[in-house]
């Protein structure tokens, strides 16, 4: 059974950071890139930031980039999202995602998302 299950969410004040984590199961996951994605209330799902998946490649949105890191444990089969200087803007649900093109195939597996809430 595949399972993505994020933790880490929570409130924090802007200019503070948080650290997201997501726990795979159920397929191999060094084999999958890694995304996190979020979703503020009213607006479309955004890819935050990418990691390929040995971890030698990623890539960020321009609104995060320099204050978001992503990176990932093969052997732990996690991936982490450390946020920091964070803004009002980026509060949002938080999605993990595992992604694989094989053999013409497009495999996508999504956790359930976690709350982040960017307040004074």
């Known amino acids: 059974q595949v399972q993505l299950v994020e933790s880490g969410g929570g409130l924090v004040q802007p200019g503070g950071s948080l650290r997201l984590s997501c726990a795979a199961s159920?397929?191999?996951?060094?084999?999958?890139?890694m995304r996190w994605y979020r979703q503020a209330p009213g607006k479309e799902r955004e890819s935050v930031a990418f990691?390929?998946?040995?971890?030698?490649?990623?890539n960020y949105a321009d609104s995060v980039k320099g204050r978001f890191t992503i990176s990932r444990d093969n052997a732990k089969n996690t991936v982490s999202l450390q946020m920091n200087s964070l803004k009002s803007e980026d509060t949002a649900v938080y999605y993990c995602n595992a992604v694989r093109i094989y053999l013409g195939g497009r495999y996508d597996y999504w956790g359930q998302g976690t709350q982040v809430t960017v307040s004074s």
């Open positions: 990691i390929s998946s040995t971890g030698g490649n990623t």
């Open positions: 159920g397929f191999t996951f060094s084999s999958y890139a």
